[in-house]
C-alpha cells in the first residue's frame, strides 16, 4: 500500500513559477515508476509527466516540455515536479500517482489507468 500526499499547490501569476512536492509513504517508494496528472475543469484527467524509480529517465507531455520538470529523491520518498513559465491553460488540479509494476528500462507508462495509486490533489491556480 502507497500513501501520497501532494502539496506546494497556490495562486501565481502567468510566467511565475511553483514546485509541487508528493510525499510517499512505504518502503518501496524507490522501486516505483512515479507521475504527475492534472485535471482541469470540466475536462479529462491528463498526463504531465514520469519518472523511473532510479530518475534516469522522464517523459513529459508536449505541453509542458521545456517549462517542467519532475524529479524524485528516494532518501526523502519524495517526487516534486518544478514548474516554471506558467500559462492560464496550466490551471488544473495536479494528482500525483505511483505505479508499481515493472516495465522495461526506457517505458513509462502516460495513461492514468497504469498508475495504481493516487494522492489527493492539489490545485495550481495562474492567473493571466
Known amino acids: 500500500q502507497v500513501q501520497l500526499v501532494e502539496s506546494g499547490g497556490g495562486l501565481v501569476q502567468a510566467g511565475g513559477s511553483l514546485k509541487l512536492s508528493c510525499a510517499a509513504s512505504?518502503?518501496?517508494?524507490?522501486?516505483?515508476?512515479m507521475g504527475w496528472f492534472r485535471q482541469a475543469r470540466g475536462k479529462e484527467r491528463e498526463f504531465v509527466a514520469a519518472i523511473s524509480w532510479n530518475g534516469g529517465n522522464t517523459l513529459y507531455a508536449d505541453s509542458v516540455k521545456g517549462r517542467f520538470t519532475i524529479s524524485r529523491d528516494n532518501a526523502k520518498n519524495t517526487v516534486y515536479l518544478q514548474m516554471n513559465d506558467l500559462k492560464p491553460e496550466d490551471m488544473a488540479i495536479y494528482y500525483c500517482?505511483?505505479?508499481?509494476?515493472?516495465?522495461?528500462?526506457?517505458?513509462?507508462?502516460?495513461?492514468?489507468?497504469?498508475?495504481?495509486?493516487w494522492g489527493q490533489g492539489t490545485q495550481v491556480t495562474v492567473s493571466s
Open positions: 500517482a505511483a505505479d508499481v509494476t515493472y516495465y522495461s528500462p526506457g517505458y513509462l507508462p502516460e495513461t492514468s489507468w497504469q498508475y495504481d495509486y
Open positions: 512505504g518502503r518501496t517508494f524507490a522501486s516505483h515508476v
